[in-house]
């Protein structure tokens, strides 16, 4: 497949690394694998974009993206205050979400969503899919969606799964070793 379709399509690329790495302890898109970071390594792994943004609310900078923090009234609000700020600068029609914790996420898997997101009749999005259910911080987001998930927001609707119920959505199935989430040690030590 054409190594540019992302560009012909205005697709951008946001990776979400603004968390606070609770569990883990330290900065996830920081964590080194296979001699880069997290986040260097997804960006690697995913190909050409329109454009690319890391939403991060620290001084987190990553070579060829820009850093965007969260809009003043979504802070702390979690991921999905992530994916409407980037929704609302980006100047792409759709941004394909990978967060930063998630280091298998690859340019196959978002081709996967794009075949799917370009059949779509409206402007959904659409999520990668594991055997556990809908994975919503792994997608192809249209511009479109962003009122809607700002609003939801804004009524306290935090978790990005429950904003798909309003935003509608459809999802790919995908092979599990794709999808893998890094969020504690343990989880790191076993990758």
């Known amino acids: 497949m054409n190594d540019k379709i992302f560009c ?31 986040a260097e390594y997804i960006a690697s792994a995913m190909g050409k974009y329109s454009e690319y943004i890391i939403s991060s609310n620290s001084n987190f900078r990553l070579e060829g993206f820009i850093t ?64 556990q259910g809908p994975e919503p911080l792994i997608g192809i987001y249209p511009k479109d969606v962003a009122g809607i998930m700002r609003d939801a927001v804004i009524h306290d609707i935090k978790k990005v799964r429950d904003i798909l119920g309003q935003t509608g959505y459809d999802s790919v199935k995908m092979d599990d ?14 990758i």
């Open 177 to 190: 070793d794709k999808l893998v989430n890094i969020n504690s040690p343990k989880d790191y030590e076993r």
């Open 68 to 131: 965007l923090p969260d809009e003043e009234l979504l802070k702390g609000k979690g991921p999905a205050a992530g994916i409407i700020s980037a929704l609302g600068f980006c100047r792409s029609r759709r941004l394909m979400v990978v967060p930063c914790d998630a280091p298998f996420v690859d340019r196959d898997v978002a081709l996967k969503l794009w075949e799917k997101a370009e059949k779509q009749e409206r402007p959904i999005p659409v999520v990668a899919e594991s055997k």
């Open 8 to 38: 012909e399509n205005s697709i951008g690329l946001l990776i979400l690394a603004g968390g606070r790495s609770l569990r883990m302890g330290r900065d996830k898109a920081n964590l080194p694998i296979s001699g880069k970071s997290f």
